[in-house]
């Protein structure tokens, strides 16, 4: 029952973002020779009269006076809050001029600048209440007319009063005297804005705290820009990710609960409920029991590089998709690998180590310059190609072995074979992934074909090097430097011990598994998986998920898009054509593309359908999930 309803918006602060009359101490003061103490004062007192502690009548006449306000500044002050209306009313402008009849502004500014700044979004002149300057013959303002009821205490009260509105009554606004309309029993409801400010007397007396227009509007069911207000999405963000993370998501417009360290299995099923995104590093184990209580769950954020610590099928079977960070580091093990090579080739370890037992090593024996030298790397995938670069740069012949067909990047050639590889190269460094079939890849057939006196690299997984045939090779001498960063079993913490057969062997350099840990590393990933988590609610694009199937897609325009995930079985695309076509709804776009679990299908279509039609697309059969965007 639209009619019912009417809605009496203030506008500083509310319908804007900012009090009018501080913005025109800024204009008008502007060569005052007391302009800061004054613009200070203005805002002293606004906000003595916004929560209640001054007389509406003694708030304007006070800041009128130390404002010396003329006409022109109101012209400048009308372009400067013509930019500062309010997000959330910016983008549901639709709304505010479909239902301009039940619509008011009642405020104890001013009409002179309230109405040029509302009148473009449709609201008419007579549903704006507020008090008017009295201006003399030079134009500059005097003071205000005093019969207008606004002009004094209780004044919404009594302006409400004489509107005699027969229905609901919603007031939305985030002062005093909003909640006083309420108060009179004028209201059915008020909502304390929190979009621009926060006033906790204000807050506590409200019916509803609303942080925009938008949760107004999903309250009472009407249409509005978010299918779903965004401060409704809770984000919990553990292990002490990066703070770019928090503000970035926070800047987005979701709720944020930020825990520093990790939780276990039973804390974390109790925590996870309600939660829409949750933020992890490598030790959150999110497990089937876990899932089973994320009963809001959209998407999981893996603020690292892999993945097995999370339950990656329950996530897919439950419609919840996975983001992580895979290239925010390669730069990182790039530079060790680069630092590392060039260490070794001039018997760093082993001449440091000397000079610390007190003992000068000077010559020139078995140090070389690494120009010219040829550099074997085996997977060029992200690290290795960059690693191709970056070394060639340095003057480094480069060659390449992957198992899958690259492209060569600068002067870098191709081999054809592991073992051309490996013959060939003076330097070899190690950059494949994790895979099964790459255990012991490089065992003691592979350092045999070698070159005598190669200098071996890895720092991509621990269970690709045989390490009892690596530690052979060092200890005859075909290898003379090696640099391993990764280990087949590592300490799970800082305080368990290192154990392994590569330790005290000449000039080889071990390091903890840091070749991706760089600040710039953490900071690159807290910046790349938020983006990928607001894209994916945002929009629907699962661009880098390591679950879903990955689709790029439009920005939305003048639509809705539906978005369906399911169990990957036949008819699914069938079935949501067959419900679209049976509630005559125009196809806008659609996109398609499953995995070997799921199906995701998006659907853009005309603006107008019923709710009829989102629960017939729900039930059809095999659905996981769906949602809406708008
Ligand atoms: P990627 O997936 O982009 O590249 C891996 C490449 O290796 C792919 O091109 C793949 O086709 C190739 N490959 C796989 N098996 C192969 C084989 N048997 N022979 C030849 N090529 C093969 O991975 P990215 O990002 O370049 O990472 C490489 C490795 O570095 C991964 O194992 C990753 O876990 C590790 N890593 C280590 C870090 C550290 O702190 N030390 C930090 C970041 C990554």
């Not at 029993?185 to 807050?203: D, K, Q």
């Not at 590093?281 to 999370?310: E, Y």
């Not at 074909?449 to 890895?458: D, R, S, T, W, Y």
Request: aromatic share 8%.
């Amino acid at each position: 029952m639209e009619n019912d309803k009417y809605f009496v918006i203030d506008f500083d602060s509310t319908f804007t973002k900012v009090e009018a009359l501080d913005v025109l101490a800024e204009i008008s003061l502007q060569h005052h020779p007391e302009q800061p103490q004054r613009i200070q004062k203005v805002k002293e007192i606004t906000d003595a009269g916004m929560d209640g502690s001054l007389s509406v009548k003694e708030s304007l006449e006070q800041r009128l006076s130390l404002l010396e306000a003329k006409k022109e500044h109101i012209d400048a002050l009308v372009e400067r809050l013509k930019n500062e209306v309010s997000e959330s009313f910016k983008r549901n402008r639709d709304f505010i001029q479909a239902w301009n009849k039940q619509i008011y502004i009642v405020s104890n500014g001013f009409r002179d600048f309230i109405e040029p700044v509302v009148a473009p979004y449709g609201i008419r002149p007579d549903h704006i209440f507020a008090n008017s300057f009295i201006y003399d013959k030079e134009g500059n303002i005097t003071g205000f007319d005093l019969e207008n009821a606004l002009a004094g205490n209780n004044g919404k009260v009594a302006q409400l009063k004489k509107l005699e509105l027969e229905g609901d009554v919603y007031v939305i606004g985030d002062g005093y005297t909003d909640y006083e309309i309420k108060a009179a029993g004028l209201a059915n409801r008020f909502y304390a804005f929190t979009e621009n400010v926060e006033r906790n007397s204000i807050v506590d007396k409200a019916d509803h705290i609303t942080p925009s227009l938008d949760e107004v509007l999903f309250l009472n069911k009407l249409s509005r820009a978010y299918s779903y207000p965004k401060h409704r999405i809770k984000v919990l963000l553990l292990e002490s990710i990066h703070p770019l993370a928090e503000k970035l998501l926070r800047q987005e417009g979701y709720s944020l609960e930020v825990h520093p360290g990790g939780l276990d299995e039973h804390e974390l099923c109790e925590r996870i409920k309600g939660v829409s995104i949750l933020g992890i590093r490598s030790k959150t184990q999110v497990t089937k029991k876990v899932l089973k209580h994320a009963n809001k769950l959209i998407a999981v954020g893996a603020f690292c590089i892999g993945t097995n610590q999370i339950d990656l099928e329950s996530c897919s079977s439950r419609g919840i998709a996975v983001f992580n960070a895979p290239f925010s580091n390669t730069r990182s093990v790039v530079e060790l690998a680069i630092g590392e090579i060039i260490m070794l080739i001039r018997n760093l370890p082993d001449k440091s180590h000397k000079m610390h037992e007190g003992q000068w090593d000077k010559s020139a024996r078995n140090s070389f310059e690494i120009r010219g030298k040829k550099l074997g790397i085996i997977g060029y995938g992200n690290i290795g190609s960059q690693l191709s670069v970056l070394s060639e740069n340095l003057g480094m012949d480069v060659y390449y072995y992957d198992v899958v067909e690259k492209l060569a990047l600068g002067n870098a050639s191709k081999c054809s074979s592991l073992e051309e590889l490996l013959k060939k190269a003076d330097i070899i460094s190690l950059h494949v992934d994790g895979r099964k079939e790459n255990r012991n890849m490089i065992g003691s057939h592979e350092f045999a074909l070698m070159k005598e006196g190669v200098i071996f690299l890895n720092l991509s997984r621990g269970h690709v090097v045989d390490i009892a045939a690596l530690k052979a090779a060092i200890e005859s001498g075909k290898v003379t430097g090696a640099g391993v960063d990764v280990f087949p079993e590592e300490p799970k913490t800082n305080d368990e011990p290192f154990m392994s057969e590569l330790k005290g062997l000449p000039n080889t350099l071990l390091s903890p598994h840091i070749g991706g840990s760089t600040l710039e590393a953490q900071e690159n990933i807290a910046q790349f998986v938020p983006g990928k988590i607001i894209d994916y609610i945002n929009t629907g694009s699962t661009t880098n998920s390591v679950n879903f199937p990955n689709l790029q897609l439009p920005r939305l325009e003048n639509a809705h898009r539906l978005i369906h995930i399911h169990h990957n079985t036949p008819g699914i695309l069938a079935g949501i054509n067959n419900v679209l076509a049976g509630h005559q709804i125009n196809i806008n776009g659609q996109y398609l593309k499953t995995n070997e679990h799921i199906g995701y299908v998006i659907t853009d279509i005309d603006k107008q359908y019923s709710q009829d039609v989102i629960r017939d697309l729900k039930s059809i059969k095999n659905t996981i999930k769906f949602r809406v965007l708008y």
